[in-house]
Structures are given as structure tokens and as C-alpha cells.
């Protein structure tokens, strides 16, 4: 089984900054992609940032210039450095990845997701 903890969120006022992390652990092989996404209050589960094991990342529109994305390979963990909060990037903050685990005498792919992170920025 694979876990994916997160940690870091939290009250912060508009133009502040806050930094997610997101560490896996369990009976992991190895780590493709990781990201972090958001759902905010009556809206969809929306992608924020992903990056893969090679280190290139993706972000929404809504968080480019702000928002930077980083991983520890050897950690297995996972960052989001936020910078310049706004209000509407008050959302609960879930880490995702999709690994290879090791399944008895072999191994097979998994989408992990953590159980999320409280992001309020106040205006």
C-alpha cells in the first residue's frame, strides 16, 4: 500500500506565500508523475501543477508566475511553493502520483492520492 502524506497549509492573507509538501512511503518501486491539484468550495477538482521524474513541470494558467512546483526523488516527496496568494486559491490542496509499487513477487502501476490540504487566503 502506498501513502501519500501532506503538509504545509494553512491561513495566510492575500500576497503572502505558503509551501505544500507531500511525502509517499509504502511498498513504492518507483515514482512517474506528481502533482497537486485543488477543489475549492462548490467548484470541480482542478489540476494546479505536475512534474514529472525528470523534473519538467506543467501548471494551470490560473497559478503560472506564482506558483512552483518541485520533488526530492529521494524523498519521494513532492513541493508547491505558492507565492502571491490570492482569495481564489482558497481550496483544499491534494497531492497525487502515479507510481510503479511493488505487488508480491511483481510490481503494477497506482494512482495515489493524499487526503488533502487546507489553503485559506483571506483578502
Known amino acids: 500500500q502506498v501513502q501519500l502524506v501532506e503538509s504545509g497549509g494553512g491561513l495566510v492573507q492575500a500576497g503572502g506565500s505558503l509551501r505544500l509538501s507531500c511525502a509517499a512511503s509504502?511498498?513504492?518501486?518507483?515514482?512517474?508523475?506528481m502533482g497537486w491539484y485543488r477543489q475549492a468550495p462548490g467548484k470541480q477538482r482542478e489540476l494546479v501543477a505536475v512534474?514529472?521524474?525528470?523534473?519538467?513541470?506543467n501548471y494551470a494558467d490560473s497559478v503560472k508566475g506564482r506558483f512552483t512546483i518541485s520533488r526530492d526523488n529521494a524523498k519521494n516527496t513532492v513541493y508547491l511553493q505558492m507565492n502571491s496568494l490570492k482569495p481564489e486559491d482558497t481550496a483544499l490542496y491534494y497531492c497525487n502520483a502515479h507510481l510503479i509499487v511493488i505487488k508480491g513477487p511483481g510490481a503494477g502501476g497506482e494512482d495515489s492520492w493524499g487526503k488533502g490540504t487546507l489553503v485559506t487566503v483571506s483578502s
Open positions: 512534474i514529472a521524474s525528470g523534473g519538467t513541470a
Open positions: 509504502g511498498s513504492i518501486f518507483s515514482i512517474n508523475t
